[in-house]
Nanobody
Framework: VQLQAFGGGTVQAGGSLRLSCTAAGPSFKWYHMAWFRQAPGKGREYVAGITPPNGAITSYSDSVKGRFSISRDNDRNSLYLQMNNLKPDDTAIYYC????????????????WGQGTEVTVSS
């Protein structure tokens, strides 16, 4: 599976964005998928994750819980991150990641990565 993330942009605080990640390959529906982000000068951090094949279980970091929602559409080989009530602290490059087997919140548990899409939230 190869991943490509898009949908980033600049938005004012309180606004919304929807990120998308498309997968090339036949096995997307069996992949554990997640979103990570990396803010300027900081390490990459887990944002949200979703289980295969139908996304029955989702998880979120405390910093985005209640504001962000992760989902997947296996018919479109796509992963989404709906981001609402954005804050300046959400400014980062967002990456989608996947793994064919179990993957949790550590970035070294994922073996497939997209190229990242930049989100800037102005105050």
């Amino acid at each position: 599976v190869q991943l490509q993330a898009f949908g980033g942009g600049t938005v004012q605080a309180g606004g919304s964005l929807r990120l998308s990640c498309t997968a090339a390959g036949p096995s997307f529906k069996w992949y554990h998928m997640a979103w990570f982000r990396q803010a300027p000068g900081k390490g990459r951090e887990y944002v949200a994750g979703i289980t295969p094949p139908n996304g029955a279980i989702t998880s979120y970091s405390d910093s985005v819980k209640g504001r962000f929602s992760i989902s997947r559409d296996n018919d479109r080989n796509s992963l989404y991150l709906q981001m609402n009530n954005l804050k300046p602290d959400d400014t980062a490059i967002y990456y989608c990641a996947g793994d064919r087997y179990y993957a949790g919140r550590a970035e070294n548990e994922y073996d497939v990565w997209g190229q990242g899409t930049e989100v800037t939230v102005s105050s």
